[in-house]
């Protein structure tokens, strides 16, 4: 690994300032040393890998704060096998999109932390993780089908299921309170899991310990009850009310609205990238029918939660991950949000969610250098992201696609 490393002769997208400007980013050790102004290469770098990147746009790595790594679904798989292959898709992810780092919401057999600790110790390549491992749902719960979602009833059963999720080594905890759009019939996005009691106990263990809680909460009520009890995020948020909203700003709390579970049907796919994706997905006519059932109120609170001022980071919930968040930010600017917006919640504001913003999340000196280069201006059109140049994580070249 070199050392050092100059970008030189870039457009530099910080996320901290609006717009790009012309400049060249000196990187050491894995960190963010130093940002020249000017877009001419400087002279003073000796010992320096120097990289004329001739004027391509230079941003943070991108984030995806809501992903599941299964792709394509091997329901017979062994533990040995998801692992290969969820490493493969983080892999992917960092290389082929630029996604530097997610934070899970539900992956089995705590194969996240694993992977975590691969990926930090730089024996295998791939994003950061920020890891959630199981997902902690009821019988009769939600994305039981999926292999991630691990049944609890009770609530000391709840108790002693977040203990071995923190004593695996999680980041946070993963709590499913209601139904969503894919499931069978008695597990609509209406309907909430928890009893009083789970909800109370799930919550205060977590409160107890420290551990930030992503709450899966398709309804208002779910959403208001996670908000009070101290939810760090809110997740899909389909139907959310104005007290929903209000909560948001009082708690300080994140909303993760995964736009794409609603949106991503063949009648409402437009851009090319969306109807490829469609096609390529394949879902029952009866799951799409119930996100188009969905989308308008979904859309509806995404637009009124933008508007409130509602932090707001962008997570997908969709695979594979070499295409979910560049699918998921044009959803966001495709529903109003400018591509300011959407790229600061790919960005900085995924980073605060995952408790990193000291060190990741936007160009400034003293970061971590986890980058990307593009070849047109993002900010722009964000479907720019797609055209991807270098990918750095670390201070570390992972792909280089100018050729
Ligand atoms: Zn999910």
């Given at each position: 690994m070199t050392a050092r490393l100059v970008l030189a002769n870039a457009r530099l997208i910080?996320?901290?300032?609006p717009d790009a400007r012309p400049a060249s980013v000196v990187v050491e050790r894995g960190r963010i040393a130093e940002i020249l102004d000017g877009r001419g290469a400087p002279t003073a770098v000796t010992g320096a890998t120097v990289i004329d990147v001739a004027g391509m746009y230079l941003l943070p790595g991108l984030w995806d704060a809501h992903v599941h790594f299964e792709w394509p679904r091997l329901p017979e798989a062994s533990i040995a096998e998801l692992t290969l292959q969820y490493a493969a898709n983080a892999h992917e992810a960092l290389t082929?999109?630029?996604?530097t780092a997610v934070r899970t919401a539900g992956t089995p057999h705590l194969i996240d932390v694993a992977l975590k600790r691969a990926f930090d110790s730089g024996r295998l390549v791939g994003p950061r993780i920020f890891a959630g491992g199981w997902f902690l749902t009821t019988t009769a719960g939600h994305a039981l089908a999926t292999g991630f979602a691990r049944p609890i009833d009770g609530a000391d059963a709840f108790v002693a299921a977040i203990r071995e999720q923190i004593q695996g080594g999680v980041d946070h905890i993963k709590l499913n309170l209601t139904g969503g759009i894919i499931g069978p019939a008695w597990d609509r996005h209406w309907h909430s899991f928890f009893t009083p009691a789970e909800l109370e106990a799930a919550f205060a263990i977590c409160r107890q310990r420290g551990m930030k809680v992503m709450a899966h909460a398709a309804n208002a009520e779910a959403v208001k009850a996670a908000l009070r009890l101290g939810a760090h995020s809110i997740e899909h948020g389909y139907v959310m009310d104005d007290e929903a909203l209000t909560l948001f700003g009082e708690r300080g709390a994140w909303y993760v609205p995964t736009l794409g579970i609603t949106h991503l049907t063949p009648s409402q796919a437009t851009s090319p990238r969306e109807k490829r994706y469609v096609a390529e997905r394949n879902l029952p006519a009866a799951v799409n029918a119930r996100a188009e059932a969905a989308v308008g109120e979904h859309r509806a609170w995404f637009q009124r939660a933008l508007k409130a001022g509602v932090k707001m980071a962008l997570g997908s919930d969709l695979r594979p991950l070499r295409d979910a968040a560049l699918l998921e930010l044009g959803l966001w600017v495709k529903d109003g949000a400018t591509p300011r917006q959407a790229l600061w919640a790919a960005t900085r504001h995924a980073a605060e969610i995952c408790g990193a913003a000291d060190e990741l999340g936007t160009v400034e000196v003293g970061k971590r250098a986890d980058l990307i280069v593009v070849r047109d201006n993002p900010l722009d059109d964000v479907e720019h992201l797609a055209a991807l140049a270098l990918v750095v994580k670390d201070g570390r070249v992972v792909a280089d696609q100018r050729g």
């Open positions: 910080d996320c901290v300032v082929e999109a630029g996604v």
